[in-house]
């Protein structure tokens, strides 16, 4: 999969920074610093084991029960696999919501057991100067799918919409532009024939925040975390001010926003890939009989012998 992470990144203060960058608590602003309950280490590990509902409602769910959901959709995800493939489909689906809202690890769960060929995950990164200069739309033609594929977009066209209104990297025509042809330009890809399926993945700011420090504090996991997204964090309404209008403008009956709760990761991905299978009407094909061919002996080689004295890499484990 993809990852985009810029280069160079605005901080907070305006100034630019160059990745990788180390951070602190204290790069949050006041206002968001204010009042935090930094989990110990007890209870961040007692976290780990199970997982509450996002409405407060209902039994934990375990990490075996999520698992073991997870696979049987998994399955479900292969089986869809081959009737995309047989039936010769063309299916986008949009993943949208808040930095840390969990856009990647749904991406994730409903890709890693199913053909790259046939899954693609596209995340683009920041426009070329030569992008730029072109319609803000052809660089998303361009990755849409042909007969057979399925493409799961790790953030969209709906950048306009979100980051880069809020961000101000583009002008307010540039943004009305956007709002006006948005709505026919998914008109077209649906009256085509493709199956377009759109998410916008909502976390609380309290869960946000939460996902931000535990980034901070663990080494692995800060490349997740760049100064832009400390911006975004400082800007929370302005965000969720241009989501209402996007929303407003793009939820229409032939492409609707389907909105899922994160604040719970493992329910939250279950959720999702189960809508996702409920949107595209499949059946389970008959499974091919295989055979494995035994070697022909005729056609004998010392492999061992021949890869003698070749470098090896230390085994370690």
């Excluded at 610093?33 to 989990?39: L, Q, T, W």
């Excluded at 309404?237 to 403008?249: C, L, N």
Aim: glycine residues 4%.
């Amino acid at each position: 999969m993809v990852v985009y992470r810029p280069a160079h990144s605005l901080s907070p203060s305006g100034t630019v920074h160059s990745n990788p960058t180390r951070f602190s608590t204290a790069d949050f602003p006041p206002d968001v610093n204010r009042g935090v309950d930094v989990p110990d280490k007890k209870r961040a590990a007692k976290s780990k084991k199970k997982s509450k509902p996002a409405n407060g409602a209902g039994k934990t769910l375990s990490r075996k029960k999520y698992e073991k959901e997870l696979e049987k959709l998994q399955v479900e995800l292969v089986h869809l696999q081959s009737w995309v493939k047989h039936k010769g489909l063309r299916v986008v689906v949009l993943f949208e919501g808040r930095d840390a809202a969990g856009k990647g690890g749904t991406i994730k769960r409903i890709a890693e057991r199913v053909s790259p060929r046939v899954f693609r995950v596209v995340a683009l990164p920041a426009p070329s100067d030569r992008e730029k200069s072109q319609m803000y739309l052809q660089r998303y033609v361009a990755q849409l799918p042909a007969a057979g594929e399925v493409i799961l977009f790790d953030r969209s066209w709906y950048n306009r919409a979100g980051v880069e209104k809020v961000m101000g990297f583009c002008t307010q025509e540039e943004y009305e532009r956007f709002i006006r042809n948005c709505h026919e330009f998914e008109r077209s890809l649906v009256e085509d024939g493709i199956i377009l399926v759109k998410y916008w993945l909502t976390v609380s700011n309290e869960e946000q925040e939460r996902r931000f420090r535990s980034r901070i504090k663990r080494s692995i996991k800060q490349w997740k975390l760049s100064p832009m997204d400390l911006e975004a964090r400082r800007r929370w309404y302005e965000y969720s001010r241009a989501r209402d209008k996007m929303f407003e403008a793009t939820d229409t009956p032939f492409a609707p926003w389907n909105l899922v709760r994160t604040d719970d990761k493992r329910r939250a991905r279950l959720n999702c890939i189960s809508h996702l299978l409920s949107m595209i009407p499949y059946e389970v094909l008959p499974e091919e009989t295989i055979e494995l061919p035994e070697r022909d002996e005729a056609e004998a080689y010392d492999d061992v012998a021949a890869l003698a004295g070749r470098r090896f890499v230390p085994e370690r484990y």
